[in-house]
């Protein structure tokens, strides 16, 4: 654990975030099954840590917790291949891709940009940081959310729609992912409501916990 990597978040130009990679999560949501990965992005002005409040964007009525797996780059990638992807990465994390559900129904529905409902001030609560040798598999790792003490959201990684080589490897074909870049892999079933006085613990099975407050 001690990688300078730790400190990814200072080095992070951007966080990529995939959309309905979990089956179970895109039907929740009523969404088709993605053929290709689908992407967006959050600034970095995104990230909070533990110790900093939640707080829903001015007007939002409906933000929803996504708890989903972050994989750090460790090494400069562009349009790199799927064979030797998992050399790219320095580390993983987990984080909260926090939403402003009812600003993401309105976009959807005016076929707008998501970037209000994604991408607002403090949008990104972020775990700790584990080496990639911590984690020799990625996707035999479990990842859940309690919600004042209740599981909310849990699952096995190995049911990804799209893995983290062949992630990995579509976006780097458009994006160049920078040392301390994260890839959120999208989230399972569970998405809820949030609300003011909620304590949001999650993490990856006896790996990483964060617990996080919202104002
Ligand atoms: O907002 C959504 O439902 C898409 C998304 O971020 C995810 O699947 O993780
Ligand atoms: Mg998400």
């Known amino acids: ?3 300078s990597l730790a400190g990814f978040r200072n080095l ?3 966080i990529v975030c995939v959309g309905r990679n979990y089956k179970d999560h895109a039907l ?4 088709a099954i993605p053929k290709k990965p689908m992407l967006f992005v959050k600034t970095v002005n995104s990230f909070i840590v533990e110790g900093e409040p ?3 964007p001015p007007g939002c009525q409906n933000l929803h917790q996504e708890v989903e797996l972050g994989v750090v780059i460790g090494k400069r ?3 790199i291949t799927k064979s030797n992807a998992m050399d790219y990465i320095g580390g993983y994390t987990v984080a909260l891709d926090m939403t402003a559900r009812d600003f993401q129904d309105e976009a959807k529905k005016a076929g707008a940009p998501w970037f209000m409902a994604k991408s607002f001030d403090g949008s990104c609560p972020i775990g700790g940081f584990l080496e990639a040798s911590a984690i020799p598999d990625p996707h035999d790792v479990e990842l859940y959310c309690k919600i004042n003490g209740k599981d909310q959201q849990r699952c096995r990684t190995n049911v990804m729609i799209f893995d983290i080589p062949t992630l990995l490897e579509y976006t780097t074909q458009f994006f160049t992912l920078e040392v301390g870049d994260v890839v959120l892999t999208g989230t399972p079933a569970g998405v809820t409501r949030i609300n003011p006085g909620d304590v949001i613990e999650f993490g990856l099975t006896d790996k990483l916990e964060s617990k996080f407050f919202v104002k």
């Open 77 to 79: 990638a562009s349009k």
């Open 28 to 31: 929740e949501l009523g969404n």
């Open 12 to 14: 992070a130009t951007k």
């Open 54 to 56: 939640i707080v829903a």
């Open 1 to 3: 654990m001690s990688s």
